[in-house]
């Protein structure tokens, strides 16, 4: 495919999918090359109507095949919670940090066996002429009592990676991408890239 537009404004995210996309998509574009780029409200119930919804939206204002994800954070303990409140766990423009906070008050003096967790990834991929789908990935995981590592973003320095002993920003980019949640739902849509290729040609 030679153009995708990726529908995030989060820095982190466009640079883990430019990297996902290498030899699959020449140009990787961003709504900052897109002056006017619609915001979408992220209402949906689910990860996928969040997904779909930016997607769609972006496709129909740029005529460009479009690539939008939502993601987030499952815990056992809070009943899957954050969940699609992810990004936003602590309050309408919470950081970072203030989520991780958040995370770990709620989670306090729970023991580690009950700290289970998951990330979770839907992909979708919408084409101007309203062709769309979706790909998911998940990763299991658990939460620690206190961040590690100085890579990533967004839970990534709480959440372990059990097989690895290490966090999401303790591992490196290249291992992070290949095992995270974003990773696997990417191999699933990388078939499905080549022909919105030809179809976009």
């Known amino acids: 495919m030679k153009r995708l537009v990726v529908a995030s404004g989060n820095k982190g995210k466009l640079r883990e999918f ?4 290498k030899g699959v998509v020449e140009t990787v574009l961003s709504p900052a090359d897109f002056p ?17 919804k930016k997607a769609r939206s972006a496709a ?3 005529g460009l095949p479009v690539l939008a994800d ?3 954070l ?12 992810s990004a936003r766990f602590a309050g309408e423009g919470a950081g970072d940090a203030a989520n ?3 995370l770990l008050k709620e989670l306090a003096g729970v023991p580690a066996e009950k700290r289970g967790a998951a990330f979770h990834c839907v992909i979708a991929l919408c084409l101007p002429d309203g062709t769309r789908q979706t790909f998911d990935g998940s990763l299991p995981g658990a939460i620690l009592e206190a961040p590690r590592g100085s890579g990533g973003f967004g ?8 097989e690895y002993g290490q966090t999401f920003s303790e591992l490196p980019l290249e291992i992070k991408n290949r095992i995270s949640h974003r990773g696997r739902a990417m191999q699933l849509l990388k078939a499905a890239l080549a022909e919105a290729g030809e179809a976009s040609r």
């Open 36 to 52: 006017g780029f619609p915001d979408v409200v992220e209402d949906g119930a689910t990860f996928a109507e969040n997904a779909l």
């Open 18 to 21: 430019a990297e996902l996309l």
């Open 70 to 72: 939502d993601s987030g």
């Open 155 to 162: 839970y990534d320095p709480l959440f372990l990676v059990p």
């Open 74 to 85: 499952s815990v056992e303990y809070l009943d899957g919670r954050p969940g699609v409140y």
């Open 100 to 102: 991780n906070a958040l």
């Open 60 to 62: 129909q204002f740029t």
